[in-house]
C-alpha cells in the first residue's frame, strides 16, 4: 500500500500557475475540505490551502455556483461552511441507504426540551425543571448529548456549580439554521403549540 507523500509542504500561493489554474485550484481544494468534514469548516481553517489574501468568501460563491444543479450545496453554519446533501433528496437517501441511525428520531417531547435549551442557554437540569414543571431525566439530556445536539457550557454561578447545557453546531445542521438567530421567534413557537419554551 502507497502512503500518501506529507514531507512536501503545501504550496499555498500556487505562483507559477495562471492566476485561472491558480483560482480552480483553491476551488477544488475548498470542495475537498468540505466534503471530507463531517461539520462545520471555519474560514480561518479554509484560508489555509489558498493563497494569503484570496478571499474564502469569493472561492465559496464560485464554488456554490460552480455546483448549482447538483445534489448537494454548501450551507454556511454558525462561522463555517458545510457541504451537504439537498433537503428535495432526503426521500430518495432514506430509501436506497440505510441511514436510519443517523435520523434524529426524537419525540415531541424530546423537541421540547431542546427548544428550550436552544432559547434559554446556557440552562441547568433545574432551569428546565422551572421551565417544564417537572424533572427531566438524564436519559433524555444523555438522548439529546449522544447525537451531538447539545453540549456541556459553563458551569452555573451557584451552590454546587452544576452543569449548564448549550445547543451545539450539529444542533443547527440538524435543523437548518445559520444562527441562533435563525430560530423562529417565541409567538411562532406558541402559535405551534410549544407554548412551554418561555
Known amino acids: 500500500m502507497r502512503k500518501a507523500q506529507t514531507d512536501h509542504p503545501l504550496d499555498r500561493e500556487l505562483f507559477d ?23 462545520p469548516v471555519s474560514r480561518e481553517d479554509l484560508s489555509r490551502v489558498v493563497g494569503q489574501g484570496v478571499s474564502v468568501e469569493l ?40 441511514v436510519s441511525h443517523q435520523l434524529l428520531d426524537l419525540n415531541e417531547f424530546d423537541v421540547a426540551v431542546l427548544a428550550a435549551v ?6 441547568t437540569r433545574d432551569g428546565l425543571k422551572d421551565i417544564f414543571g ?32 448549550v445547543t451545539t453546531d450539529q444542533f443547527l445542521v440538524a435543523f437548518d439554521l445559520e444562527t441562533l438567530q435563525d430560530l423562529p421567534d417565541r409567538e411562532r413557537l406558541e402559535d405551534a403549540g410549544l407554548s412551554k419554551v418561555q
Not at 65 to 85: M, P, Y
Open 17 to 39: 500557475a495562471p492566476q485561472e489554474e491558480r483560482w480552480r485550484e483553491w476551488l477544488r481544494r475548498i470542495e475537498a475540505v468540505l466534503f471530507a468534514s463531517a461539520t
Open 59 to 98: 472561492l465559496i460563491e464560485d464554488l456554490s455556483a460552480d455546483i448549482e444543479g447538483r445534489s448537494f450545496e454548501i450551507a454556511r453554519i454558525a462561522d463555517g461552511w458545510v457541504l451537504r446533501t439537498r433537503a428535495i433528496y432526503a426521500p430518495a437517501i432514506r430509501e436506497a441507504a440505510n
Open 118 to 123: 436552544a432559547y434559554h442557554q446556557p440552562v
Open 134 to 165: 417537572k424533572e427531566i431525566s438524564r436519559d433524555l439530556i444523555g438522548r439529546l448529548h449522544d447525537r451531538g445536539l447539545i453540549g456541556t457550557g459553563p458551569r452555573a454561578p451557584r451552590r454546587g456549580a452544576p452543569h449548564t447545557f
